[in-house]
């Protein structure tokens, strides 16, 4: 099976750069996905790491080493609209479902 | 393009009613379907897997009797919860991927509250 930890709750101001870990067991997966939420939306998909290594995609940049079981999305230049939940995810190899995180949400203050 | 649609958006139904949540793909063919359920502060917990035509596949803890789901074309699933209890309150999001990508495609959510 695929579990995946985040820390619950992350604060931080405007401007600033924040980084959400995701660690996790897995039995298999093709990469580690991001999703942003906000309260009552939809996911909506952020990043995507296939291989190690980091992705940059404008404010948001998404890190996975296998080696560790870790990943991490790294928010910077932080906005008050960046206040929402954020998911990490991985599609199982042998199911093809798609598992989520525990989630971590963010409080971004002026 | 891979706009994933769901109807209604929110409900308010009766103990021991039946209510059907439809989710359809807009623009793209959806080979599979899946329905997350999430409660308050919590995460996505995924229910089913449907693929069209075939029978669903539920997670563990999952009551397929009470939640049916129909897959009956490549653009519409729908998921029927079944002589709802106020703990069936919850929201539920259907999402749908298209061949072997690793993308997968969200429906905005359905608001479930069983009075």
């Known amino acids: 099976g695929q579990s995946l930890e985040q820390p619950s709750e992350v604060t931080a101001v405007e401007g600033a750069i924040v980084q959400i870990n995701c660690t996790y067991q897995t039995s298999g997966f093709y990469g580690l996905s991001w999703y942003q939420q906000h309260d009552g939306g939809a996911p909506t998909f952020l990043s995507y790491n296939a291989l190690d290594g980091l992705e940059e995609t404008g404010r948001f940049s998404s890190f996975l080493s296998r080696s560790d079981s870790y990943g991490y999305l790294l928010l910077q230049e932080l906005q008050m609209k960046d206040s929402a939940s954020y998911f990490c995810?991985?599609?199982?190899?042998?199911?093809?479902?798609?598992?989520f995180g525990t989630g971590t949400r963010l409080q971004v203050f002026p | 393009g891979a706009v994933v649609s769901q109807h209604p958006s929110w409900v308010i139904c009766k103990s021991g009613t039946s209510v059907k949540i439809e989710c359809r793909s807009l623009?793209?063919?959806?080979?599979?379907m899946f329905w997350y359920r999430q409660f308050p502060k919590q995460s996505l917990m995924l229910m089913a897997t449907s693929n069209e035509g075939s029978k669903a596949t539920y997670e563990q803890g999952v009551e397929k009797d009470k939640f049916l789901i129909n897959h009956a074309s490549l653009t519409l699933s729908t998921l029927t919860v079944t002589s709802a209890h106020p703990e069936d309150s919850s929201f539920y999001i259907c999402?749908?991927?298209?061949?072997?990508?690793?993308?997968?495609?969200f429906g905005p959510g359905t608001r479930l509250t069983v009075t």
């Open positions: 995810a991985v599609r199982d190899w042998n199911t093809d479902k798609l598992i």
């Open positions: 999402s749908a991927k298209r061949g072997s990508g690793h993308e997968q495609y």
């Open positions: 623009d793209f063919q959806a080979t599979t």
